[in-house]
């Protein structure tokens, strides 16, 4: 079973659409989970971060982590063709680094 | 003006060569790192260098050799390239040594083995 695991997607919405982007995981060392944003033929940039369990909000993004069920969810509110990129959570407990594989999100104007 | 660079940004290169791949970050960050990102888009940690230091050194075949001759530049050396070697490989730095901290990648250098 892979560390963390995240649905590849693709996944293509309509602008304006809630988009909900989730990730869960199996290893309850982790205590420090990220989602970071890819687009094409670039690097991978963070966009959110967060320590414990419960929400941050960032603009049209929110985080929302839930340490009792190793689940770990990026919601997109408006979303724009601008945040149309692969979306990758990422994970840490100490010195370790563990990302999902991605998922891929277009939005149709 | 760019934090973190690599280069080459594109390599095509033939089974059995060996190649080297330069990274330098103009952010004052202690903490280097490189990736693997397969065509499946998994991102897999490689190394991790804090100044000069190797700390996390993966499951990666001895054909791959980091090196860092400064806090400021983390270079990636393969010998006998592969087929399976195939992939983009980033850069990145971080602040901090435990990797909490935000990770700044490079643009990445898309390897292609013949």
């Known amino acids: 079973q892979k560390e963390v695991e995240q649905d590849p997607g693709p996944l293509s919405v309509p602008e304006g659409a809630i988009v909900s982007l989730n990730c869960t995981y199996s290893?309850?060392?982790?205590?420090?989970f990220m989602w970071y944003r890819q687009y094409s033929r670039k690097g991978p940039e963070l966009l959110m971060y967060?320590?414990?369990?419960g929400n941050k909000e960032d603009g049209r993004f929110t985080a929302q982590v839930d340490k009792s069920s190793k689940y770990i969810s990026l919601f997109i509110r408006d979303s724009q063709p601008s945040d149309s990129a692969t979306y990758l959570c990422?994970?840490?407990?100490?010195?370790?680094?563990?990302f999902g594989t991605g998922t891929s999100l277009t939005v149709i104007p | 003006d760019t934090a973190v660079s690599q280069t080459p940004k594109y390599l095509v290169t033939q089974m059995g060569n060996d190649k080297s791949i330069k990274c330098e970050q103009n952010l004052g960050h202690d903490t280097m790192y490189w990736y693997k990102q397969d065509s499946k888009k998994f991102l897999k940690i490689m190394f991790s260098?804090?100044?000069?230091?190797?700390?996390i050194n993966e499951t990666v075949p001895n054909r791959f050799s980091p090196k860092s001759p400064d806090k400021a530049h983390l270079n990636l050396h393969i010998n006998s390239l592969e087929l399976g070697d195939s992939a983009v490989y980033f850069c990145?730095?971080?602040?901090?040594?435990?990797?909490?901290?935000?990770?700044?990648f490079g643009p990445g250098t898309r390897l292609l083995v013949l």
């Open positions: 260098y804090n100044n000069k230091e190797l700390i």
């Open positions: 990422a994970m840490t407990p100490r010195n370790q680094f563990y």
């Open positions: 990145a730095s971080s602040p901090r040594r435990d990797p909490k901290g935000t990770q700044y």
């Open positions: 967060t320590y414990s369990s």
């Open positions: 290893n309850s060392a982790f205590q420090y």
